[in-house]
């Protein structure tokens, strides 16, 4: 096996996103650009996209970092918006799009059409996520968009089985594709929760890092296999896992935090930075495969079901949004829509970005255009087979390839690079990052109260006692603690331009590096060895960290 053109890729790919950081252009829109580009020139070798290893190997672990990262309070407070757009609207937009699809393309049979509804019916919101991080969306539509593509692909993937059972004829049914989709989204939540409570209590029962480490890059691929084996959702299973590790992650111990964070900050870089570049790469190969339809026709047929896409999204969040609190009291009463009592984080409908009454249309604006698909949708696609059951090749399999990659393609081009635009002419309020950081002195002043008081109690016991240099060094971090978070809402020096925060971390980044110079001298004089020296940096690296957090924006 060659493993020069993975190697190409993955440091490819790389550069490009780190180069995306200096440019107003998001990475996930650079590096599908940069892959079409590629994809021409002479030499590149063929990259093509395997639903084999997309699917079990780089969607559990793209999964698992981004329920980690999400919020279970936030989500369980917008479970009806989330479950609206990631069960919802993938089945209406399987449905609708897949009509309209029948409805344009001459000779296209409904089954395939309903194929192809499926496979371009769940958003990937990585650039959707990202972009809105980026202009500062309101932290409810994050929330809201994160959670929708959490589990919308479950929807999609079982969906499109279904459909993909009626189009080679295995004699599928409503009523065994409703059953076939019960089994996987309550088998898949099931294995999850299943595994979430053991692993949960080998991961802090676990002391040596490696196989902590270990433990932490196995979770998602052993709950997406183990869902997979008795026919349940892996996608369900890999997310529930996360949520729960990720919601009691203080549990762990503070060291394998710390690696993980920075070990899963690495996976998820190069699998997106991968992802995406193969997003582009894969041109020439639809293209070949176009057969009897000609580029005229093709692109009709591209631009139509692109239309379809959009419209479809705005078809259903609008609706989504406003029909249930029309007609439930009990939903305007519990999301704050009558009496003025809402607030951002209470669970409104789709996109509400905190207005008293529920009813400001630039929430719902936003997650409609939001909805850019990705690289889900494409190994899905490839994942169709050549032949049906009874031999026969799978009708316009081809032209649903094309149309799966254009359509991600367009709505990664026209909805990514106008959607910073359109959040900005919106004006939509963002985080107030003064009441932020004021929350966050609060909640640290009350943190480091209930710390003096009992380290307090502590040194009442003769046990406890440490000389007094020690201990007004224990006194003293918790008064930096404190005390950083309120300097940050005062003023900047006048001379540099610093706030209290970037003067401190600055100068105790110098101290360390003085400190770092002196160890490395003595090891190329031999007055200590390798080890000691290895040792003696770990400990300052862990002290230039903690610096850096305490006054971490």
């Given at each position: 096996?060659?493993?020069?053109?993975?190697?190409?890729?993955?440091?490819?790919?790389?550069?490009?996103?780190?180069?995306?950081?200096?440019?107003?252009?998001?990475?996930?829109?650079?590096?599908?650009?940069?892959?079409?580009?590629?994809?021409?020139?002479?030499?590149?070798?063929?990259?093509?996209?395997?639903?084999?290893?997309?699917?079990?190997?780089?969607?559990?672990?793209?999964?698992?970092?981004?329920?980690?990262?999400?919020?279970?309070?936030?989500?369980?407070?917008?479970?009806?918006?989330?479950?609206?757009?990631?069960?919802?609207?993938?089945?209406?937009?399987?449905?609708?799009?897949?009509?309209?699809?029948?409805?344009?393309?001459?000779?296209?049979?409904?089954?395939?059409?309903?194929?192809?509804?499926?496979?371009?019916?769940?958003?990937?919101?990585?650039?959707?996520?990202?972009?809105?991080?980026?202009?500062?969306?309101?932290?409810?539509?994050?929330?809201i968009l994160q959670g929708e593509s959490l589990v919308n692909d479950a929807t999609a993937i079982t969906a499109f089985k279904v459909a993909l059972a009626a189009a080679v004829g295995e004699g599928a049914s409503w009523a065994g594709g409703v059953q076939e989709f019960l089994v996987a989204a309550v088998g898949g939540v099931g294995v999850g929760l299943l595994l979430m409570v053991p692993i949960h209590w080998l991961r802090t029962h676990l002391k040596e890092a490696m196989l902590q480490n270990?433990?932490?890059?196995?979770?998602?691929?052993?709950?997406?296999?183990?869902?997979?084996?008795?026919h349940a959702s892996g996608v369900l299973a890999v997310v529930v896992v996360a949520l729960y590790l990720g919601h009691r992650s203080w549990q762990v111990d503070f060291e394998t935090r710390l690696q993980e964070a920075a070990v899963w900050k690495v996976v998820a870089f190069i699998l997106e930075s991968a992802v995406f570049a193969l997003i582009g790469l894969q041109l020439p190969v639809v293209l070949k495969g176009l057969g009897e339809y000609s580029v005229g026709q093709a692109a009709w047929?591209?631009?139509?079901?692109?239309?379809?896409?959009?419209?479809?999204?705005?078809?259903?969040?609008?609706?989504?949004?406003?029909?249930?609190?029309?007609?439930?009291?009990?939903?305007?009463?519990?999301?704050?829509?009558?009496?003025?009592?809402?607030?951002?984080?209470?669970?409104?409908?789709?996109?509400?970005?905190?207005?008293?009454?529920?009813?400001?249309?630039?929430?719902?604006?936003?997650?409609?255009?939001?909805?850019?698909?990705?690289?889900?949708?494409?190994?899905?696609?490839?994942?169709?087979?050549?032949?049906?059951?009874?031999?026969?090749?799978?009708?316009?399999?081809?032209?649903?390839?094309?149309?799966?990659?254009?359509?991600?393609?367009?709505?990664?081009?026209?909805?990514?690079?106008?959607?910073?635009?359109?959040?900005?002419?919106?004006?939509?309020?963002?985080?107030?990052?003064?009441?932020?950081?004021?929350?966050?002195?609060?909640?640290?002043?009350?943190?480091?109260?209930?710390?003096?008081?009992?380290?307090?109690?502590?040194?009442?016991?003769?046990?406890?006692?440490?000389?007094?240099?020690?201990?007004?060094?224990?006194?003293?971090?918790?008064?930096?603690?404190?005390?950083?978070?309120?300097?940050?809402?005062?003023?900047?020096?006048?001379?540099?331009?610093?706030?209290?925060?970037?003067?401190?971390?600055?100068?105790?980044?110098?101290?360390?590096?003085?400190?770092?110079?002196?160890?490395?001298?003595?090891?190329?004089?031999?007055?200590?060895?390798?080890?000691?020296?290895?040792?003696?940096?770990?400990?300052?690296?862990?002290?230039?960290?903690?610096?850096?957090?305490?006054?971490?924006?």
């Amino acid at each position: 096996m060659d493993v020069l053109p993975l190697v190409a890729l993955i440091a490819a790919s790389a550069v490009v996103a780190g180069a995306a950081r200096r440019t107003p252009v998001p990475a996930p829109l650079l590096l599908v650009g940069v892959g079409l580009i590629a994809s021409y020139v002479p030499g590149v070798p063929d990259y093509h996209l395997d639903p084999h290893i997309v699917l079990p190997l780089i969607l559990p672990p793209l999964l698992h970092t981004a329920a980690l990262e999400s919020s279970y309070l936030d989500l369980r407070a917008n479970i009806r918006p989330v479950a609206l757009l990631s069960v919802g609207y993938v089945l209406f937009a399987t449905l609708a799009v897949g009509w309209l699809a029948y409805l344009l393309i001459p000779d296209l049979p409904l089954t395939a059409a309903l194929v192809l509804g499926a496979v371009i019916a769940p958003p990937d919101a990585v650039a959707a996520t990202a972009i809105a991080r980026r202009v500062g969306l309101p932290s409810r539509i994050t929330t809201i968009l994160q959670g929708e593509s959490l589990v919308n692909d479950a929807t999609a993937i079982t969906a499109f089985k279904v459909a993909l059972a009626a189009a080679v004829g295995e004699g599928a049914s409503w009523a065994g594709g409703v059953q076939e989709f019960l089994v996987a989204a309550v088998g898949g939540v099931g294995v999850g929760l299943l595994l979430m409570v053991p692993i949960h209590w080998l991961r802090t029962h676990l002391k040596e890092a490696m196989l902590q480490n270990t433990l932490s890059l196995l979770i998602p691929f052993v709950a997406y296999a183990a869902a997979e084996q008795v026919h349940a959702s892996g996608v369900l299973a890999v997310v529930v896992v996360a949520l729960y590790l990720g919601h009691r992650s203080w549990q762990v111990d503070f060291e394998t935090r710390l690696q993980e964070a920075a070990v899963w900050k690495v996976v998820a870089f190069i699998l997106e930075s991968a992802v995406f570049a193969l997003i582009g790469l894969q041109l020439p190969v639809v293209l070949k495969g176009l057969g009897e339809y000609s580029v005229g026709q093709a692109a009709w047929y591209a631009a139509g079901v692109f239309v379809f896409v959009v419209v479809v999204r705005f078809a259903w969040c609008y609706p989504a949004t406003y029909l249930p609190r029309a007609v439930s009291a009990r939903i305007r009463r519990r999301e704050g829509t009558e009496g003025h009592e809402g607030n951002e984080g209470n669970g409104r409908g789709i996109g509400s970005v905190g207005d008293a009454d529920g009813t400001d249309w630039r929430g719902p604006l936003i997650v409609s255009w939001a909805g850019m698909r990705g690289v889900v949708s494409l190994a899905i696609a490839f994942s169709i087979p050549l032949v049906m059951e009874d031999g026969e090749p799978f009708p316009a399999r081809n032209l649903v390839l094309f149309l799966t990659f254009t359509t991600v393609i367009g709505t990664l081009v026209v909805q990514g690079l106008s959607l910073p635009w359109l959040i900005r002419v919106l004006k939509l309020p963002g985080r107030d990052a003064q009441a932020q950081t004021l929350a966050e002195a609060q909640a640290q002043n009350a943190a480091s109260q209930a710390a003096e008081a009992r380290l307090e109690e502590l040194t009442r016991d003769e046990r406890n006692r440490l000389p007094q240099p020690l201990q007004d060094r224990l006194s003293t971090v918790l008064e930096r603690r404190r005390n950083s978070v309120w300097e940050r809402l005062g003023q900047s020096n006048p001379v540099t331009g610093e706030s209290a925060d970037d003067t401190y971390r600055r100068l105790a980044r110098e101290a360390i590096a003085a400190e770092r110079e002196v160890f490395v001298r003595m090891r190329d004089e031999r007055r200590i060895d390798d080890e000691m020296m290895r040792t003696l940096l770990r400990k300052l690296d862990l002290e230039e960290a903690a610096a850096y957090r305490e006054v971490e924006d």
